[in-house]
C-alpha cells in the first residue's frame, strides 16, 4: 500500500497570509508513461463532503480559486493557499490514486 | 446537475450486515467508474472500494476485502456496497463518489461526492 503522510496535522495563519500543507507518498506516484502525478487535494468543511481543488497534483479543478495551487513531483507535494481567507478554514486532504487509491490524515486550517 | 444520493444506513450489531446504495443522475452513469470512501467520527477519509464503468473490475482496500462487496446496476443508475461481518470499526460516514475518465481511462480521483450515510456498527 502507498501511505500518504502530511504535515502539519493543523496550522493558524493570519488572513491575507500563505498557507503551505505538505504530502509525502511512500513510494512515487509519478507514472512515466504519461509523466503524470496521480495525486490530487480536496478540502472538507465541518458536516460537508469533501471538495475536490486539485488533481494531477497541480491542474485546478473548474470553479476552485486561483489563490489554491498544487506543486510537487514523485513522492513530495505542496498545497498553498496563497491568501488565506475565511471561507478556507477547513481540512485539506491529499490523496493518491496511482495504485487504488489512499488519503493523507488531514490537516486543519484555522484563522489566527 | 450531477446528483449522488446514498441510502441504506443505520445501526447494525457486530456480525450483521448492511446494504447501502447510491443512486446517481446527472451524468451517464455507465461510463464512469464509482467508488466508496468513508469516515469515522471525527476521523480522516479512507477509500473503501472502486469499481469500473462496466462492472468488470472490482478493488477493494485491505481493511474490507472478503467482508465488502461493491456492485452497480447500470439500468437503475445505482451503486451498492454490501457490507458483512460488520465490526465497531467499520462505524462511519460511507459517502459514494465519481471517479473522473479520459477516454478509456478511469482515474480514481473523485469529482463528484454525496452527502453521505451514517453506519454504526454497535451492540
Known amino acids: 500500500d502507498i501511505v500518504m503522510t502530511q504535515s502539519p496535522d493543523s496550522l493558524a495563519v493570519s488572513l491575507g497570509e500563505r498557507a503551505t500543507i505538505n504530502c509525502k507518498s511512500s513510494q512515487s506516484v509519478l507514472y512515466s508513461s504519461n509523466n503524470k502525478n496521480y495525486l490530487a487535494w480536496y478540502q472538507q468543511k465541518p458536516g460537508q463532503p469533501p471538495k475536490l481543488l486539485i488533481y494531477?497534483?497541480?491542474t485546478r479543478e473548474s470553479g476552485v480559486p486561483d489563490r489554491f495551487s498544487g506543486s510537487g513531483s514523485g513522492t513530495d507535494f505542496t498545497l498553498t493557499i496563497s491568501s488565506l481567507q475565511a471561507e478556507d478554514v477547513a481540512v485539506y486532504y491529499c490523496q493518491q490514486y496511482y495504485r487504488n487509491s489512499g488519503f493523507g490524515q488531514g490537516t486543519k486550517v484555522e484563522i489566527k | 446537475e450531477v446528483q449522488l444520493l446514498e441510502s441504506g444506513g443505520g445501526l447494525v450489531q457486530p456480525g450483521g450486515s448492511l446494504r447501502l446504495s447510491c443512486a446517481a443522475s446527472g451524468f451517464t452513469f455507465s461510463s464512469y467508474a464509482m467508488n466508496w470512501v468513508r469516515q469515522a467520527p471525527g476521523k480522516g477519509l479512507e477509500w473503501v472500494s472502486g469499481?469500473?464503468?462496466?462492472?468488470?473490475?472490482?478493488y477493494y482496500a485491505d481493511s474490507v476485502k472478503g467482508r465488502f462487496t461493491i456492485s452497480r446496476d447500470n439500468s437503475k443508475n445505482t451503486l451498492y456496497l454490501q457490507m458483512n461481518s460488520l465490526r465497531a470499526e467499520d462505524t462511519a460516514v460511507y459517502y459514494c463518489a465519481k471517479a473522473e475518465r479520459f477516454g478509456e481511462r478511469y482515474y480514481f480521483y473523485f469529482d463528484y461526492w454525496g452527502q453521505g450515510t451514517l453506519v454504526t456498527v454497535s451492540s
Open positions: 469499481i469500473t464503468g462496466s462492472a468488470d473490475n472490482t
Open positions: 494531477w497534483a497541480s
